[in-house]
């Protein structure tokens, strides 16, 4: 098998089980937060020669991290000294640290009350039935593949999580800086969409402050152990990296400024998200799952430090998955950047529904789409929300996808969401179960066994899905002559 960057990647993850792996420039402070000083800021620094480390410091700028082999650094420093820093950098590329609101993470808004510990859940997962995840398990389980899922956080308490989670690895990335361990952590205190109410919890840094996170870990790799439901590689393990924290609404919100309640509104910033990429890729994972993503007009300077950290990850032998987006527009037509999505290195998967139909939110291009997976929801809004659900405890359409949710947020440990979100996870355990058969097979050769084997849809609504929609056993079959 090819051995890729000159080492297999189980003697890798094995190494960094027994905690003999250095995370080269990724280092963890305390659990306990850094803010930015008022006066300074963060910014992303695409690196062209070798002085540039030297330039940055001598213009008054601390280097926080040193990212892609030292191809990008994280920095911080005073505010009025950005244009030193700019002509530090002479030809290479500076870009602001933005922080943005991650308000495209699709949730059935429900206000079901909880209902009694739910008996396994497999008839509930069509996406599962659909893509046929219990033939491939007789094959394949994900054992010994390792999933970096970049998210809100996932539960370290969830029965669906806990067995499959590696929490020693977990991290939370805030304000370019790197926290482990159990802290003081801002959380929902109740599921809702964009305003949230929060509260102050003592939890493991990297545990999920929102739900969305769970829910995309349980979609990829619940265990088989009759607690509710099963992901797509129930074997492999998570690894929880949390670039998303909230910051107060009125932060954020100039509109908001006289409301008397605390609401908390869920962020990230660019470093946060290229840091997290980077610590994975650092500490040898074999699939990163991005379903965490952003807009931009027009910006190639933050496309660039996407695609280079994206780049650096395939060179390491990590697949890179990331959701298309939710903003129903043709990507291959649109002058925007849709970032992870956009990146030519990543697995881009749109999403589809019960009847293999575009669900209606998903972005989409031939171009641009490699893949798409069920993410829930039909062809049309109306179609979607015409459906009744199965369930009391769960009020939702069951057209969407069901997965693990923190009880202690939404009053019951599964949820019915939609979105690309929910169909990255599918092909990222996909992926997962594909390494452990190949454990060296190259991303792209990862990538390659998955598209080819996706089911052709056709039909309306099936434009723009890339080679189709994902099928697991097929997949297992095109590499079934490297195992």
């Not at 749109?350 to 209606?360: I, L, N, Q, V």
């Not at 452990?436 to 089911?455: F, G, K, N, Y």
Request: proline share 5%; net charge negative; glycine share 10%.
């Amino acid at each position: 098998m090819n051995q890729l960057g000159g080492r297999s990647r189980r003697s890798v993850l094995k190494r960094v089980v027994e905690g003999g792996i250095v995370l080269g420039s990724v280092g963890a402070v305390s659990a306990g937060d850094r803010s930015v000083p008022a006066d300074q800021e963060v910014y992303v620094v695409l690196a062209g020669d070798s002085e540039l480390r030297g330039r940055i410091e001598r213009a008054g700028f601390e280097i926080l991290n040193e990212l892609a082999d030292g191809s990008i650094f994280i920095v911080q420093g005073a505010a009025e000294k950005a244009a030193e820093l700019r002509a530090a950098a002479v030809a290479i590329e500076l870009v602001p640290n933005e922080t943005f609101v991650l308000d495209t993470m699709e949730a059935a808004a429900t206000d079901g009350e909880s209902g009694d510990e739910p008996e396994p859940l497999y008839e509930d997962q069509w996406d599962k039935q659909l893509t046929r995840a219990q033939a491939a398990h007789d094959r394949a389980t994900g054992e010994g593949a390792t999933l970096a899922v970049i998210d809100s956080g996932v539960s370290h308490s969830h029965p669906d999580l806990e067995p499959r989670l590696d929490a020693d690895r977990g991290r939370l990335f805030r304000n370019g800086h790197v926290h482990t361990g159990v802290g003081e952590v801002t959380v929902a205190e109740e599921s809702s969409l964009l305003l949230q109410p929060t509260k102050t919890a003592t939890r493991p840094v990297a545990a999920d402050v929102y739900g969305h996170g769970s829910h995309v870990a349980g979609i990829a790799a619940a265990p088989r152990n009759d607690a509710g439901i099963v992901g797509m590689a129930p074997d492999a393990t998570i690894v929880p990296l949390r670039p998303a924290f909230y910051k107060d609404a009125t932060d954020v919100y100039d509109e908001l400024s006289d409301i008397d309640e605390e609401y908390g509104v869920l962020v990230t910033t660019i470093a946060d998200m290229l840091l997290a990429i980077d610590y994975a890729v650092e500490i040898g994972v074999d699939v990163i799952n991005l379903s965490l993503r952003k807009v931009w007009p027009g910006d190639s300077r933050s496309f660039a430090a996407f695609r280079r950290i994206a780049s650096h990850a395939i060179e390491q032998g990590t697949v890179v998955v990331a959701a298309a987006g939710n903003e129903m527009v043709d990507l291959d037509h649109d002058s925007r950047y849709f970032l992870p999505a956009g990146i030519p290195d990543a697995i881009t998967v749109a999403a589809t529904g019960p009847t293999d139909k575009r669900s209606h939110y998903s972005n989409y291009g031939d171009g641009t789409i490699d893949v798409a997976a069920p993410g829930g929801g039909y062809e049309t809004l109306d179609k979607t929300m015409s459906e009744e659900p199965a369930r009391v405890e769960y009020p939702a359409p069951t057209n969407y996808v069901l997965s693990s949710v923190p009880e202690e947020i939404y009053g019951r440990q599964y949820e019915y969401f939609s979105g690309t979100s929910m169909a990255a996870p599918q092909v990222a355990g996909l992926a997962c179960l594909l390494r452990e058969l190949a454990p060296d097979l190259h991303p792209r050769r990862v990538e390659q066994a998955i598209t080819e084997s996706a089911v052709d849809l056709s039909g309306e609504y099936t434009s723009g899905l890339g080679t189709g929609r994902i099928d697991a056993p097929a997949a297992i079959d095109r590499i079934s002559d490297r195992v």
